[in-house]
């Protein structure tokens, strides 16, 4: 009866372009990027204004119905699905995509939650700007789904994560109150910084409807490399050269085993070898600035500095833009490459930079002894401590059993994590996915705090049950 009620006073408040109801209208709402899917939501709310948020979590709160905010489900550990139970109404921002402002000279931005990524940073070009975060998934997640998820990606190491690039927030509180925290400024330290609970809440605390992001100079200058070398000793100690010796300008320096530059060939057939012989190991280097610096004499000295040390076996460096986005290719298509064998382990893990190859050296021993036959794909963002430690499992497995079989590894791997004080998520955050693992390694003290938050934003539960902490019961 509620549920009814709900979708009829929604049907009314937000029009016929706000509220899908039929089953094929919504299929688009239910699966994320990974092919995941839980089950069929109540309805999905399409909310054109901040106005418009506040009057659906209104009726929600008052009818006692669940919600789901949803950015471009690029979130990879089920946090945007709706629930298998069919009783979550999906709140998706998607026409909410408008640039309020921007402010070349403050370098900062206003925008709608819905705004996708990509349209972000270009809006940002357009002013001789930049912002700075990049993703994979940037033609399609959304502003509210990268400060909801804390998104990190490819310039962490430089730029930081969404928490150090948003300046001010608009939310929705579970209770249709609206927090304006839409301030510009670069510095402010008025009491407890409310704006840094949500970044990272995963929809839990609020619906992020706008915010204010920090911009950068737009780079004139890029120069990227493609490195081969034969050991993750070699890797970390060019990364410490790189670093001193760029000047603060290193951008990207990613970590690629040779196993994906294979995945990534099979996946874009245009791609080729880049190099005449292959090395176990390749780091994708950049370099940027926006100033009249010689970087092309920064990277050649960075090159000569590593070939003599024995660090740097080969490497391709990209003369041109059209060359340099081959060189990223690779790191895009081996993604696809992995997503074309089926289902895997999945994992976002940070170590310290400087403990990644014992780490690797450890995980790997610990993984292969339990499943001889399965394959390790470990790459990630070294700048950030930050690997991608995937498992394939074996080639004859048979499906029903890969699902445990995963599962049991990841355990495997989480443990000798702990050995390490290392964090089983650096970047995708808990969702569902990793609940059961999170929680393990809680303590009571924070458990006690993370669950007192919760119940201070959300004391009737309402907002994205289950997903970082348990329903409560
Ligand atoms: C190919 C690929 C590459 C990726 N690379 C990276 C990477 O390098 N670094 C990285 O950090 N992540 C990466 N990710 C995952 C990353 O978390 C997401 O891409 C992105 O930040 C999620 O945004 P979204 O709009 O798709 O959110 P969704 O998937 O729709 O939602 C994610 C979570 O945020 C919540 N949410 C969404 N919008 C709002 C809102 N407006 N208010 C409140 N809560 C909201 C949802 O409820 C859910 O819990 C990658 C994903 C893919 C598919």
Redesign the pocket.
């Known amino acids: 009866m509620q549920r009814d009620a709900l979708v009829a006073a929604l049907s009314q408040r937000l029009g016929e372009r706000g509220l899908l109801r039929e089953p094929d209208d919504m299929t688009r709402y239910v699966a ?2 990974a092919g995941d899917r839980l089950g069929m939501p109540l309805a999905v709310a399409r909310p054109a204004s901040t106005e418009e948020v506040i009057a659906t979590v209104r009726l929600c709160r008052d009818h006692g119905v669940p919600m ?9 550990v089920a ?2 699905l709706p629930a298998a139970d069919g009783g979550e109404l999906v709140i998706s ?1 998607e026409r909410m995509n408008r640039i309020r402002a921007i402010d070349p000279i403050s370098f900062t931005m206003a925008v709608d ?1 819905g705004c996708i990524l990509e349209s972000v940073k270009q809006a940002a070009a357009e002013h001789e700007c930049e912002f700075p975060l990049a ?3 940037q033609g ?3 502003i ?3 400060i ?2 804390n ?4 310039n962490v190491l430089r730029y930081g994560m969404m928490r150090q690039l948003v300046l001010g927030l608009e939310v929705v509180l579970p209770d249709g109150r609206l927090w304006d925290g839409m301030t510009a400024l670069h510095k402010d330290n008025r009491g407890y910084a409310l704006k840094q609970l949500f970044l990272g809440s ?2 839990t605390l ?3 409807t706008g915010a204010v992001l920090k911009l950068t100079p737009r780079a004139t200058q890029t120069r990227t490399a493609l490195l081969g070398l034969d050991s993750l000793e070699a890797v970390i100690e060019l990364y410490g050269l790189a670093r001193c010796d760029c000047s603060d300008l290193l951008s990207a320096f990613e970590l690629i085993p040779r196993r994906c530059i294979e995945l990534a060939m099979e996946a874009t057939s245009t791609l080729s070898d880049p190099m005449d012989h292959s090395y176990p190991w390749y780091v994708l280097l950049e370099v940027s600035a926006s100033g009249p610096l010689d970087l092309g004499a920064m990277l050649e000295h960075l090159l000569e500095q590593g070939m003599e040390r024995g660090l740097v076996l080969d490497g391709a460096l990209a003369a041109s833009e059209v060359q340099s986005r081959q060189l990223w290719q690779f790191r895009e298509s081996m ?1 696809e490459g992995q997503r074309r064998r089926g289902e895997h382990l999945r994992t976002d893990i940070s170590v310290p930079i400087s403990a990644i190859p014992a780490f690797v050296e450890e995980a790997s021993r610990s993984v292969m002894e339990a499943s001889p036959e399965c394959e390790i794909i470990a790459y990630g963002h070294v700048g950030d401590g930050n690997l991608h430690f995937n498992v394939l499992p074996p080639p004859a497995m048979p499906e029903a059993e890969k699902r445990a079989h995963l599962h049991a590894l990841e355990e495997r791997l989480f443990e000798v994590l702990d050995g390490f004080v290392g964090s089983i998520s650096a ?3 808990i ?1 569902r996915t990793k609940q059961s693992a999170y929680l393990a390694r809680l303590s009571p003290v924070e458990r006690e705090l993370a669950e007192g938050i919760k119940a201070l934003f959300d004391p009737d539960g309402l907002m ?1 049950p289950g ?1 970082i902490l348990p329903p409560r019961g």
């Open positions: 994320d990027w789901v905010p949803q950015g471009g489900h690029s979130g990879l946090g945007a921002l939650a993703l994979g998934a399609s997640c959304q509210g789904g990268n909801a998820t998104a990190g990606g490819l995963e929809g609020g619906i992020v993604l970047e995708h955050g969702g994205n997903r």
